[in-house]
């Protein structure tokens, strides 16, 4: 019997190293998925609009419904964390986002793809604050820091979701189909890592509000998150035209300001968790926001646009880890702090474009992404005075 038990007790402990192993890439696989899922949706935007026959005004509206959608997002992400925890949140949440993206493609007129695209944003972000405060929750388990590097994973997903739907767009594959090809996949990689995922899965005490907004101490968090995707949301919709309108460059050409953010932006939070180690998330985010504001002035003051490309790979790295550290020091308070201050993250991406095409119309191009480096200034200021960045 004894000879029995000790041939067995190998394999059983093989199968349970390679379950703990398994266990370590469930949560880089969440947030690599909802980067891939709203990548695949931002890059196949001029397909979905063609298809509609939108306008450049209406399509602004439809885009507001996505961010409207995740300001109205927080009854349904307290509902859902206060009754069945974050892990669950996760996979009821993030099959929804997938049914919606489906929709999203299957959308026959304009009224149908604005309530797809609201439900888009209800979806989005309470997956997206699920997925933190599950990652919140890991790095209390373990008192390891990993939110930077499955942010910076968040941002790879998106990328590869772009490309994919551009290669998809290059091949005439019409979004409902492109969109069902990915949904499918991506349904079962989410389980499985659902499946994986071990985290506590226990309710959280949330507050019955239609709104969350950060009180006392998280009220500079949230203001961090909201110039932080104001800033982000405007270098997104508008490096492109800031490329073609000031240096007069191409189609192929004017995409890649926001290739060489997102590229540098990425590259950053894969090693952003050993440098909060070492030098702490106040001292990054401060000097981060400092870097990022001098490479959008050199941008704007650049002779050509290669080195205005530059500029924005600068603002990149600089921008980097604001995002990730502000939703670490959220999510420690809890889910409510998490929530609140993701809305205001929500409304700075719901506000910022619009903003910086108002100052554009008015002033041109040169000074609306100037204001954007202003907006560095300003973050670099707030972090200073943010305690609770540590």
């Not at 009821?92 to 309530?115: D, E, K, Q």
């Not at 009180?215 to 998150?225: A, C, E, S």
């Not at 409510?336 to 929500?346: E, F, I």
């Not at 700075?348 to 560095?376: D, E, K, R």
Request: aromatic fraction near 8%; glycine fraction near 12%.
């Amino acid at each position: 019997m004894h000879t029995t038990a000790s041939a067995v007790s190998p394999v059983s402990s093989s199968r349970s190293s390679v379950f703990a192993q398994a266990q370590q890439y469930a949560l880089p696989v969440i947030f690599a998925l909802f980067g891939v899922i709203m990548g695949s949706w931002a890059g196949r935007i001029p397909a979905l609009a063609e298809r509609v026959h939108v306008s450049h005004s209406a399509l602004s509206m439809v885009l507001l419904c996505g961010g409207v959608g995740a300001l109205l997002s927080f009854p349904v992400s307290s509902f859902l964390m206060g009754r069945f925890g974050a892990r669950k949140s996760l996979l009821i949440a993030g099959m929804a986002l997938l049914c919606v993206l489906v929709s999203i493609g299957m959308a026959p007129t304009v009224p149908r793809l604005m309530l797809a695209v609201l439900m888009l944003g209800i979806t989005a972000s309470t997956y997206d604050v699920a997925m933190n405060a599950a990652a919140s929750k890991r790095e209390k388990q373990t008192g390891k820091s990993e939110m930077s590097m499955l942010h910076g994973l968040a941002c790879g997903g998106g990328l590869a979701g772009a490309t994919l739907g551009s290669l998809m767009a290059g091949l005439k594959i019409a979004p409902a189909t492109h969109f069902m090809m990915v949904a499918i996949p991506l349904a079962a990689a989410l389980y499985g890592a659902y499946q994986m995922l071990d985290i506590e899965d226990s309710a959280e005490v949330v507050e019955k509000k239609k709104f969350a907004l950060p009180r006392g101490p998280m009220v500079l968090l949230g203001l961090l998150g909201f110039l932080g995707s104001m800033s982000e949301g405007s270098i997104a919709d508008w490096s492109g035209v800031f490329l073609k309108e000031h240096f007069n460059v191409g189609d192929g050409m004017a995409p890649l300001g926001l290739t060489c953010f997102s590229a540098m932006m990425l590259i950053s939070r894969l090693v952003g968790d050993k440098l909060k180690t070492k030098y702490g998330a106040q001292r990054l985010i401060t000097s981060g926001a400092m870097l990022s504001a001098a490479g959008l002035f050199f941008a704007v003051l650049s002779p050509n646009a290669y080195f205005a490309l530059g500029g924005f790979a600068i603002a990149g790295l600089g921008l980097s880890l604001l995002f990730p550290f502000v939703f670490s020091a959220a999510g420690a308070q809890g889910p409510v702090a998490l929530a609140g201050v993701a809305s205001m993250a929500y409304s700075g991406t719901l506000m910022g474009p619009p903003v910086i095409g108002a100052i554009a119309h008015h002033v041109g191009m040169q000074m609306a992404i100037g204001y954007v480096g202003v907006l560095s200034l300003v973050i670099a200021f707030v972090a200073t005075r943010t305690r609770l960045l540590k």
